[in-house]
């Protein structure tokens, strides 16, 4: 298995997630529009416009670049993909427009070796491509127009395109899409990011795969047309037959860091670099400083090597400043009454489907807390009442403590809970969620796209880990109403 490692001076921008450039432009009298540019990197979780990131960007008059196909439009993208977006964000922070919509894949080659094996529990496999290892599992979309395409059914030799998340072991992937035709030695182009290592004469490898130039090689934003050792590229051209040697036709320098200087910066990825000393650490190529005591959400969140979070701060001199870090992945949700609270504890807890208190959270310093009743006003929990309905946004902290991040108190009259599985039983027809185990066997099932299934697709889709939303569109009788499978939604 081949470790990514990057070089803080010359790592590419790849974003993850909302980058916020607001600091950097003039203002505008038109309170509807955030002011100064907007470039929002992220995951795409629907269409209908297209949804990045919890945002509805309108797309009527914007560009595309698909994989450097500038006459590619809409249709050319999926759910799942990591796509950049510069336009504008309105002030609700929930709909803006879209002036481009760039897609770049993070790598394209035949997989060479599946050295973990299909879990058919979780859906995890780690896929091998052009040495770098790819962990493919539950969220990971799969573009099925002509093929049925699977974690389970992924074969050494398929030529993948892969978009995802670089961490410290490789490549998260998010979207996989298998190309026609497949791999033909020294003929079918591929494609490989990363650094420029042992350059000597005309060859140099990239995570260890073997890659020789010529004077037909063409070299695009290379300072100086003169490659060096560091330098973070990405090489296309064709492999030979053993997998082991790359021919470049193209070789093109990524660029290093989040750019200019800007007030008010977000930024999603995964942690490599930590240093515990400096406090510092790298995601997706940008050095971020949190020796300044930054909000944690939660405040139990501890920074390491390969955990996703969201960074917002200063950008200045091409160090991100953190001022909030929050801890990110598959958030839990829980919009129900409140059925008991303890201020000395600082806990809430919610009688759930019929439950007696059988979900509890704790809220914290850290929990945003509004009242959404009243006049969008902060309030505190000695505040909150039983019998409350409330929006929770939360997250398991890995001792089965669930911390809220966010609480809302709203006008709102259904129960719903969202997480992740812990363990189902398709006879019975229940799930198990947070300890507790739920009756479905009254309930309507709908796939992640909200179309009605069976039962036997529901818990066919099902793993352990898959996220699932249920419904009590009548609280008062506890009987779950809707059980429905969930997209990754991380916001």
Do not use: W
């Not at 450097?68 to 050319?76: E, F, K």
């Not at 398709?426 to 009605?452: C, K």
């Amino acid at each position: 298995m081949i470790n990514i490692t990057f070089n803080k001076a010359i790592l590419p921008v790849l974003i993850s997630s909302t980058l916020m450039l607001s600091g950097c432009g003039g203002s505008s009298n038109n309170s509807d529009t955030a002011t100064g540019g907007t470039l929002t990197s992220g995951i795409i979780t629907g269409f209908g416009s297209v949804y990045v990131n919890g945002i509805k960007f309108e797309t009527d008059t914007a560009s595309y670049d698909v994989d450097d196909d500038v006459n590619a439009d809409q249709s050319d993208l999926r759910v799942g993909m990591r796509v950049k977006i510069n336009g504008t964000i309105n002030a609700d922070g929930l709909t803006g427009t879209a002036d481009t919509i760039t897609y770049e894949n993070e790598l394209e080659g035949p997989v060479s070796a599946i050295p973990s094996a299909h879990d058919p529990v979780t859906g995890e496999v780690i896929l091998t491509i052009l040495g770098v290892d790819v962990l493919v599992n539950a969220d990971t979309t799969f573009d099925n127009d002509d093929n049925n395409l699977s974690s389970s059914t992924i074969q050494v030799g398929d030529l993948l395109e892969v978009s995802g998340y670089t961490t410290s072991s490789g490549i998260t992937a998010t979207h996989i899409e298998i190309q026609t035709g497949g791999f033909t030695a020294n003929v079918t182009e591929i494609e490989i990011k990363g650094e420029i290592i042992g350059l000597s004469g005309n060859g140099f490898t990239v995570n260890g795969l073997n890659i020789e130039f010529d004077v037909s090689t063409e070299l695009e934003d290379i300072p100086g047309d003169t490659l060096v050792d560091g330098l973070y590229v990405e090489v296309k051209g064709t492999l030979n037959a053993a997998g082991d040697l790359l021919s470049a036709t193209k070789i093109e320098a990524e660029h290093d860091g989040l750019g200019e200087d800007a007030d008010d910066v977000e930024l999603e990825g995964y942690i490599s670099e930590y240093n515990d000393v400096t406090e510092t650490f790298i995601i997706q190529g940008q050095l971020v400083d949190a020796s300044g005591a930054p909000d944690l959400m939660p405040a139990s969140l501890v920074l390491e090597n390969d955990a996703k979070v969201e960074v917002e701060g200063e950008l200045i001199e091409g160090v991100l400043y953190a001022d909030k870090i929050k801890l990110k992945g598959r958030k839990i949700k829980i919009h129900a009454p409140v059925s008991n609270i303890n201020t000395n504890l600082g806990t809430v807890s919610f009688s759930l489907f019929g439950g007696s208190d059988n979900i509890t959270v704790r809220v914290n310093e850290q929990t945003e807390m509004e009242d959404d009743i009243g006049d969008n006003e902060a309030f505190l929990l000695s505040e909150l009442q039983l019998g409350d309905f409330v929006e929770v946004e939360a997250f398991d902290d890995g001792s089965g403590v669930i911390n809220a991040v966010e609480l809302d108190r709203k006008d709102i009259d259904s129960i719903q809970i969202e997480g992740p599985v812990s363990a189902y039983n398709p006879s019975e027809q229940t799930v198990t969620l947070f300890g507790q185990t739920f009756d479905l066997s009254y309930a309507d099932y709908e796939d992640e796209t909200d179309m009605d299934i069976t039962s036997d697709v529901f818990y066919g889709q099902l793993a352990v880990g898959s996220f699932v939303e249920l419904t009590d569109e009548t609280p008062s009788d506890g009987v779950i109403d809707k059980a429905e499978l969930e997209e990754e939604d991380d916001d």
